[in-house]
């Protein structure tokens, strides 16, 4: 069965460039999505399409996918982006979500 | 504005049954697939089932397969997961979510989801 691979956790200081990366076979031939999700809160879709911004998600946030590996950016990381992000992408007609990577901002 | 809204979670034996709703406002909601996705006590989530807008292709994950079942009455805009021979693994807090109007694409919108626990 198709598997995607995130970092566990991830630091980064308010300000800098937070890269989370989502690793599964050919993911770049699939589209990529990801999802925020804060404490006690219901995942929110953050970006689809490998690049696109729902509508009211920040420009600082970004994605890109290539190759074997999908990323989600965070220009200027702010403390309110301190989460757990979500990877997703479909295997035939199964959705299929990474671990997850608990980003914390300090 | 999009709203949808689970019920039904509790606390339920080990194989017991029990059957989540999900309502569903704000858009059309015969327009679209609709999705139920868990997620454990501090795991991430895992996709559970799937139905199209007409609630006659279904596919679910191999982990519930022959125990759980999807359904839709588009009449009340609500979804279903009935769930049966209940494990321990079953606890989770239980989504329903809407996937975008493109094939195969994201899911767009999530409920607050509801708490199911199987224990003795």
């Known amino acids: 069965s198709y598997e995607l691979t995130q970092p566990p956790s991830l630091s980064v200081s308010p300000g800098q460039t937070a890269s989370i990366t989502c690793s599964g076979n050919?993911?770049?031939?699939?589209?990529s999505c990801w999802y925020q999700q804060k404490p006690g809160q219901s995942p929110v879709l953050v970006m689809y399409e490998d690049n696109k911004r729902p509508s009211g998600i920040p420009e600082r946030f970004s994605g890109s996918n290539s190759g074997n590996t999908a990323t989600l950016t965070i220009s200027g990381t702010q403390a309110m982006d301190e989460a757990d992000y979500y990877c997703q992408a479909w295997d035939t007609t199964t959705v299929i979500f990474g671990g997850g990577t608990k980003l914390t901002v300090l | 504005e999009v709203q949808l809204v689970e019920s039904g979670g509790g606390l339920v034996h080990p194989g017991g049954s029990l059957r989540l709703s999900c309502a569903a406002s704000g858009f059309t909601f015969t327009n679209y697939w609709l999705h139920w996705v868990r997620q454990a006590p501090g795991k991430g989530p895992m996709w559970v089932s799937r139905?199209?807008?007409?609630?006659?292709?279904?596919s679910y994950a191999d982990s519930v397969k022959g125990r759980f079942t999807i359904s839709r009455d588009n009449a009340k805009n609500t979804l279903y997961l009935q769930m049966n021979s209940l494990r321990g693994e079953d606890t989770a807090v239980y989504y329903c979510a809407r996937e975008g109007d493109t094939s195969m694409a994201p899911l767009d919108f999530w409920g607050q989801g509801t708490l199911v626990t199987v224990s003795s």
């Open positions: 050919k993911l770049g031939d699939k589209y």
């Open positions: 139905v199209n807008a007409d609630g006659d292709i279904i």
